[in-house]
């Protein structure tokens, strides 16, 4: 019996992590299906296995020795390199993994190597590749290949533009509660894309993806309250939204907090926090941060 219980052990840990992995993973393709920014998610993921116990480099490693013919071990491996979860951050492997778990044609790292390719920075861009697994994944219905579709007919991105066909995806998108879809929606409304213009439309999702704690539904609210549209001018409500969506650590929004700090615009001039988040955007790959900290 003692030369048995150790296997015993093995086999039921192996058991329990290949549990966690694939609960990890429905995890992150759910919340992204829902709208979730990567940094959000990628703080789910973290929250979820600290509560199973299991420390996250020793997680790591088990993905390492477990490399099979299992996607979502793959994946998830990948995933761990590109955000840099119990090791280095070391995105050209992450990305690496993702087609590897692609050609097995696992739908999770389908929809991330898409949006690698759409909203990744630092890396050599496939957009052609983008709008081929977009478009998969909208023809299975799944709400960010459906939000990701729109976003490349809206910006020629592997496709010709064609707008009316991006408002009509997001419509959808938006319709099966895809918070950014949701904004998304609310900025073709708001600029006319593939509809006509109707501000009031475009304020009431901006405030729905909001409430929905869509990055940039917050960030789209709070230039409305910028710049009085539809709402009166209201600069510190602009300032709480915008600090809300830099904290769910969008490197754009975190850029122009950080801008809202150093020129002191509608709040108390504070040369840290500005520094602060140029370096957090900067920290992202972001390059007019990278400049703007060398100017400081």
């Not at 909203?119 to 052609?128: M, R, V």
């Not at 704690?213 to 549209?229: A, D, Q, T």
Request: net charge positive.
């Amino acid at each position: 019996m003692r030369e048995i219980e150790p296997t015993i052990k093995n086999i039921n840990e192996n058991t329990y992590l290949s549990n966690v992995i694939d609960k990890v993973v429905n995890l992150i393709f759910k919340k992204l299906n829902e709208g979730n920014d990567e940094e959000p998610i990628k703080e789910h993921v973290i929250n979820y296995i600290n509560n199973q116990n299991i420390v996250l480099e020793e997680f790591y490693i088990w993905l390492l020795n477990n490399q099979n013919t299992n996607s979502n071990s793959i994946f998830l491996f990948g995933y761990f390199n590109y955000y840099g979860i119990g090791t280095d951050v070391n995105k050209q492997k992450g990305i690496k993994l993702y087609h590897k778990a692609v050609e097995l044609e696992n739908r999770v790292a389908q929809l991330n190597l898409a949006n690698v390719h759409i909203y990744g920075l630092g890396i050599d861009k496939n957009y052609s590749l983008a709008f081929i697994l977009s478009k998969k994944l909208a023809e299975e219905e799944y709400p960010s290949g459906i939000n990701n579709l729109g976003y490349c007919y809206n910006y020629g991105i592997g496709t010709c533009f064609n707008k009316q066909k991006a408002f009509e995806l997001f419509q959808k998108a938006a319709n099966l509660g895809n918070s950014t879809g949701i904004s998304n929606l609310g900025y073709c409304y708001k600029f006319g894309i593939g509809t006509n213009v109707n501000l009031q439309k475009a304020f009431e999702l901006y405030q729905k993806a909001a409430n929905l704690g869509s990055l940039f539904g917050l960030h789209n609210l709070g230039c409305c309250y910028e710049k009085g549209i539809v709402a009166d001018i209201n600069k510190q409500k602009a300032f709480e939204l915008y600090l809300k969506a830099a904290n769910l650590g969008h490197y754009l929004v975190q850029y122009k907090l950080a801008a809202i700090y150093e020129k002191g615009d509608g709040i108390k001039k504070d040369m840290n926090q500005a520094i602060y988040w140029y370096k957090r955007s900067a920290d992202q790959g972001y390059k007019c941060a990278q400049n703007k900290l060398k100017e400081l």
